[in-house]
C-alpha cells in the first residue's frame, strides 16, 4: 500500500517513539506499506537536526540513526512530479498542500496524525494506530 509520509508522524516518532515509530518498525520487517514524501522533507529534517536534538532525550548519534532508520523507508519524490496537482491540493488545506498534492498525483493515501489533514474528504489520511491496525498489531 503506498502512503504518502507527513512531517506530523516523523516528528513523532522522535519525540514520542510511540505508534509513528512502532509504525516505522514494523513495516521494516513486514513491508506492508510503501511510503512516499515530497522531496523538501529530507532537507527540512536535516535542517532541523539541531532543533530535534534539544527537544528530544535522543543522544546526536541515536537522533541521527532514528532519522536515518525512517528516512530510508521514504522514496522522495521532487516538486516537479506533482507541481500539476499543487492548486487543487491547495484548495484543500493550504498547509499540507504538498502531501495532498503528492498524494492526489499517485492516488494514494496519508499517514498522518494531523486532524486538520483529516477533514478534508479527497484524501484518505490514516493515523498511526490505523496503520498499526492494519498491520495486525494492538
Same mark, same amino acid.
Given at each position: 500500500?503506498?502512503?504518502?509520509?507527513?512531517?506530523n508522524?516523523?516528528?513523532?516518532?522522535?519525540?514520542?517513539?510511540?505508534?509513528?515509530?512502532?509504525?516505522?518498525?514494523?513495516?521494516?520487517?513486514?513491508?506492508?506499506? =510503501? %511510503?512516499?514524501?515530497?522531496?523538501?522533507?529530507?532537507? +527540512? *529534517?536535516?535542517k !532541523?537536526? @539541531?532543533?530535534? $536534538?534539544?527537544?528530544?532525550?535522543?543522544?546526536?548519534?541515536?537522533?541521527?540513526?532514528?532519522?536515518?532508520?525512517?528516512?530510508?523507508?521514504?522514496?522522495?519524490?521532487?516538486?516537479? =512530479? %506533482?507541481l500539476?496537482?499543487?492548486?487543487g491540493a491547495? +484548495? *484543500?488545506?493550504? !498547509?499540507? @498542500?504538498?502531501? $495532498?498534492?503528492?498524494?492526489?498525483?499517485?492516488?494514494?493515501?496519508?499517514?498522518?496524525?494531523?486532524?486538520?489533514?483529516?477533514e478534508?474528504?479527497?484524501?484518505?489520511?490514516?493515523?498511526?494506530?490505523?496503520?498499526l491496525?492494519?498491520?495486525?498489531? +494492538?
Amino acid at each position: 500500500m503506498l502512503l504518502v509520509v507527513d512531517v506530523n508522524v516523523i516528528y513523532s516518532a522522535l519525540m514520542k517513539r510511540g505508534n509513528s515509530l512502532i509504525v516505522f518498525e514494523a513495516n521494516k520487517l513486514l513491508n506492508k506499506f =510503501e %511510503f512516499i514524501a515530497p522531496e523538501f522533507l529530507s532537507y +527540512e *529534517l536535516d535542517k !532541523k537536526m @539541531a532543533e530535534l $536534538l534539544s527537544e528530544t532525550n535522543l543522544s546526536q548519534n541515536e537522533l541521527s540513526d532514528t532519522l536515518s532508520f525512517i528516512k530510508e523507508q521514504i522514496t522522495f519524490v521532487p516538486y516537479s =512530479e %506533482f507541481l500539476d496537482k499543487l492548486p487543487g491540493a491547495i +484548495e *484543500l488545506n493550504f !498547509k499540507d @498542500a504538498p502531501y $495532498l498534492a503528492l498524494a492526489l498525483k499517485y492516488d494514494c493515501g496519508i499517514f498522518s496524525g494531523d486532524k486538520g489533514l483529516k477533514e478534508q474528504t479527497k484524501v484518505k489520511v490514516l493515523s498511526p494506530r490505523e496503520l498499526l491496525n492494519l498491520l495486525g498489531i +494492538e
